[in-house]
């Protein structure tokens, strides 16, 4: 299944930009409907190719909503129009980052996670330039706000980093230190964070130190995998080791793993 196209500014109020988001595709539960999970894709990728990957996995109480970025230039790329959530030039902890970008596909995730039953754990998973907009979602609910201040209203109970990077990361600790929700909140939110040691994208360090940064500033639920070998993909070993700490983190029935 999936949904129409979605346009969303980034929500400054100021006249920022507006971006094209592209189509959603829901796996639905194929058991009691328990979680739901946005899954964001990596630079040039799209929902449906993560929709395929995701529906096989043994975790029947979640449903995944897998949303398509907007089409953009990409810095990292020489300017190269491709799906990305947020442009991106160097990835390193000094690099410039695109926090109008990366609010709006925040704004976007919040806004396909808003209409949930109240029941439901949600959560927010991602690859690469997914990953780093699900670490930067993290944020803006432990902060209680976007980037540009807007208030962050959806309440996560899980966030999955495969290959990814924290943008954002220098000021966080203060940020996170300056208040008691925040600190509250961080301590609360489980994360797992997942690397290659062969990745030739995102370097494996920028993984490393993200799990460091964000474990310093105050994310003591935090788990860091690194796998030897392991490229700018996912493999099975990764993918069965998220889906028991989902299971275990979330709460659900009926992992069925081989």
């Not at 190719?49 to 996995?57: A, P």
């Amino acid at each position: 299944m999936s949904h129409r196209n979605f346009s969303a500014s980034s929500g400054s109020g100021n006249g920022g930009r507006t971006f094209e988001f592209g189509r959603t595709h829901v796996v639905r539960p194929k058991g009691k409907h328990q979680a739901t999970i946005v899954w964001l894709h990596g630079i040039g990728d799209n929902g449906s190719s993560w929709s395929q990957l995701l529906e096989t996995l043994p975790l029947p109480n979640i449903k995944w909503i897998c949303p398509t970025a907007p089409t953009r230039p990409v810095a990292l790329f020489g300017g190269f129009p491709c799906t990305a959530w947020s442009d991106v030039g160097d990835i390193s902890e000094d690099a410039s980052n695109d926090l109008e970008g990366l609010d709006a596909s925040a704004a976007h995730v919040a806004n396909l996670l808003s209409t949930e039953p109240a029941n439901i754990k949600l959560g927010i998973g991602g690859f690469s330039n997914g990953a780093a907009t699900a670490l930067h979602s993290a944020t803006c609910h432990v902060l209680g706000h976007y980037g540009n201040g807007n208030v962050y209203r959806i309440n996560l109970s899980a966030i999955v980093s495969l290959s990814g990077w924290l943008p954002c990361s220098r000021t966080l600790e203060n940020k996170i230190r300056g208040s008691r929700d925040g600190i509250r909140r961080a301590a609360s939110l489980p994360l797992f964070l997942g690397h290659g040691k062969a990745d030739d994208v995102v370097a494996y360090e920028h993984g490393e130190t993200s799990a460091r940064t964000l474990s310093s500033a105050g994310f003591q639920n935090l788990i860091f995998r690194s796998y030897n070998g392991l490229g700018h993909y996912t493999v099975p070993e990764e993918t069965d080791e998220v889906c028991r700490w989902l299971t275990a983190n979330l709460a659900l029935e009926g992992l069925r793993l081989n």
